[in-house]
């Protein structure tokens, strides 16, 4: 793959937000000034893909027909929508119907019996359901040979749903209730790119196993809200987007990534890091690193192609920027333009020497930083809490817990 198609594909997977973000700065000229005021911090929660509208062939020999409980406009007959409708059964499904979108209902039970015909299935949207894996039959999807795009979070969904189609792009699984991934559950999945299983309860020995590694072209793994306390053992090369936030992962092996050498993102906030390995992130193609919410003191290696870099709500005593940049090149910069280093305990503004060796930076978000008194707090009887200060804590914008 070109590297202007893995671009491409980046601007795709993690949103162009990602990428525009903070670049409004650069026309006020404040380039060596803190950022002091809160400001929203720029999360990127990975979007949904855009799809064109699915107009088929327009010369389609079979009369149109639709579910009488749902709704197949005119001017997309290819689509039948069935969400926000109360059903408890998923009606039979036309022949000619490409995307199913059946979300919002009360469905708990899934036969093979209504997908019978619909062999042309391409998107199913059975997300905001009571799915019970029990209750979902072997071979549902096992015959929908054109199927890319299975959307199933917000479910009770205990399991991965067993034989799903090798053609599957993107699977959604968030929000479900699924505690391990069996070394069969995604097998020969090779077509996968995005896989989607945050906010389930997955553990360390729940991922084990050589379950990942099969799925040759996953680039995007989302496996936040889980309970693993370990990097996930076993990805495939071709992954460029990790998430792992709202975990309790305390570490990461040195050489972790030689795994993955494509990575171009990284999430790991609100973990439990305490260190990393020095050289760690020398990675070619990181550009945005979030460790936010961690326990982390020690600097590291920052890779040239980083460009954000999230290291607030850490226990930073001071940056030494000469451990982040040990060389300056001048033919190969340093791709740095965004870091945000607030509610540490730094005791000083960043050293000068930063501007010299990430010369593309244009916001460093200082904020506030944690008082001295915290500590105090942990080795000290609780006193009296003012409560003032718990309303500042929780101040700014949606990442506002501390720990
Ligand atoms: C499948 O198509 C056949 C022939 O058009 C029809 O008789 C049958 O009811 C359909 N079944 C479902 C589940 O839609
Ligand atoms: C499918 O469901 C997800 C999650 O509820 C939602 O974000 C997405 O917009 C839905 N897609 C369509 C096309 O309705
Ligand atoms: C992690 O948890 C925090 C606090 O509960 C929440 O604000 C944030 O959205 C979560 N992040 C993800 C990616 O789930
Ligand atoms: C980072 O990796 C590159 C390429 O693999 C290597 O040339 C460079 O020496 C490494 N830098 C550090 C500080 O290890
Ligand atoms: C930064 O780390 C280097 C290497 O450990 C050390 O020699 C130097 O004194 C440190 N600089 C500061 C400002 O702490």
Redesign the pocket.
């Given at each position: 793959m070109g590297l202007w198609n893995r671009w491409l594909l980046f601007v795709l997977l993690v949103g162009l937000n990602v990428v525009c973000q903070d670049y409004d700065n650069e026309a006020t000229n404040e380039i060596f000034e803190y950022e002091i005021e809160e400001e929203t911090p720029p999360q990127v929660p990975p979007p949904p893909i855009p799809q064109p509208p699915d107009y088929g062939d327009p010369y389609m020999l079979y009369p149109l027909q639709c579910a009488p409980e749902c709704f197949c406009p005119m001017s997309y007959p290819l689509a039948m929508y069935c969400d926000h409708r109360k059903l408890k059964v998923v009606p039979n499904i036309p022949r000619q119907i490409r995307h199913l979108y059946i979300q919002f209902n009360d469905i708990e039970a899934l036969t093979a019996a209504p997908f019978a015909n619909a062999t042309s299935l391409r998107e199913i949207n059975l997300s905001h359901n009571s799915l019970k894996s029990s209750l979902v039959d072997r071979n549902v999807f096992a015959k929908l040979k054109d199927l890319l795009q299975l959307h199933l979070e917000y479910n009770e969904l205990e399991e991965v749903p067993p034989s799903l189609p090798k053609t599957l792009q993107r699977l959604f699984l968030g929000f479900n209730k699924i505690s391990k991934l069996p070394a069969d559950a995604l097998q020969g999945l090779a077509s996968i790119t995005v896989l989607d299983l945050c906010n389930n309860r997955l553990t360390d020995a729940g991922i084990k196993g050589k379950t990942l590694s099969s799925l040759k072209s996953l680039m995007q793994i989302n496996i936040c809200g889980n309970k693993l306390r370990s990097m996930p053992s076993d990805l495939p090369p071709s992954v460029l987007q990790l998430s792992l936030e709202n975990n309790s992962i305390a570490s990461i092996p040195d050489g972790y990534f030689k795994k993955t050498p494509q990575l171009m993102s990284l999430r790991v906030s609100h973990n439990k890091l305490r260190t990393v390995p020095y050289?760690v992130f020398?990675l070619?193609s990181l550009m945005e690193l979030n460790l936010g919410h961690n326990q982390l003191s020690k600097t590291f290696?920052i890779p040239t192609a980083l460009e954000h870099l999230y290291l607030n709500h850490n226990e930073f005593l001071d940056l030494n920027v000469s451990l982040m940049c040990?060389s300056v090149d001048i033919t190969k910069p340093n791709l740095l333009t965004y870091i945000r280093i607030d509610n540490n305990r730094l005791k000083g503004p960043l050293d000068f020497y930063a501007y010299t060796c990430f010369p593309r930076i244009r916001v460093v978000f200082y904020g506030e930083q944690k008082k001295a008194e915290v500590i105090e707090k942990k080795t000290i009887p609780p006193r009296r809490i003012n409560p003032r200060r718990k309303l500042d804590k929780t101040r700014g914008g949606g990442d506002s817990k501390s720990d």
């Amino acid at each position: 793959m070109g590297l202007w198609n893995r671009w491409l594909l980046f601007v795709l997977l993690v949103g162009l937000n990602v990428v525009c973000q903070d670049y409004d700065n650069e026309a006020t000229n404040e380039i060596f000034e803190y950022e002091i005021e809160e400001e929203t911090p720029p999360q990127v929660p990975p979007p949904p893909i855009p799809q064109p509208p699915d107009y088929g062939d327009p010369y389609m020999l079979y009369p149109l027909q639709c579910a009488p409980e749902c709704f197949c406009p005119m001017s997309y007959p290819l689509a039948m929508y069935c969400d926000h409708r109360k059903l408890k059964v998923v009606p039979n499904i036309p022949r000619q119907i490409r995307h199913l979108y059946i979300q919002f209902n009360d469905i708990e039970a899934l036969t093979a019996a209504p997908f019978a015909n619909a062999t042309s299935l391409r998107e199913i949207n059975l997300s905001h359901n009571s799915l019970k894996s029990s209750l979902v039959d072997r071979n549902v999807f096992a015959k929908l040979k054109d199927l890319l795009q299975l959307h199933l979070e917000y479910n009770e969904l205990e399991e991965v749903p067993p034989s799903l189609p090798k053609t599957l792009q993107r699977l959604f699984l968030g929000f479900n209730k699924i505690s391990k991934l069996p070394a069969d559950a995604l097998q020969g999945l090779a077509s996968i790119t995005v896989l989607d299983l945050c906010n389930n309860r997955l553990t360390d020995a729940g991922i084990k196993g050589k379950t990942l590694s099969s799925l040759k072209s996953l680039m995007q793994i989302n496996i936040c809200g889980n309970k693993l306390r370990s990097m996930p053992s076993d990805l495939p090369p071709s992954v460029l987007q990790l998430s792992l936030e709202n975990n309790s992962i305390a570490s990461i092996p040195d050489g972790y990534f030689k795994k993955t050498p494509q990575l171009m993102s990284l999430r790991v906030s609100h973990n439990k890091l305490r260190t990393v390995p020095y050289k760690v992130f020398n990675l070619s193609s990181l550009m945005e690193l979030n460790l936010g919410h961690n326990q982390l003191s020690k600097t590291f290696y920052i890779p040239t192609a980083l460009e954000h870099l999230y290291l607030n709500h850490n226990e930073f005593l001071d940056l030494n920027v000469s451990l982040m940049c040990p060389s300056v090149d001048i033919t190969k910069p340093n791709l740095l333009t965004y870091i945000r280093i607030d509610n540490n305990r730094l005791k000083g503004p960043l050293d000068f020497y930063a501007y010299t060796c990430f010369p593309r930076i244009r916001v460093v978000f200082y904020g506030e930083q944690k008082k001295a008194e915290v500590i105090e707090k942990k080795t000290i009887p609780p006193r009296r809490i003012n409560p003032r200060r718990k309303l500042d804590k929780t101040r700014g914008g949606g990442d506002s817990k501390s720990d």
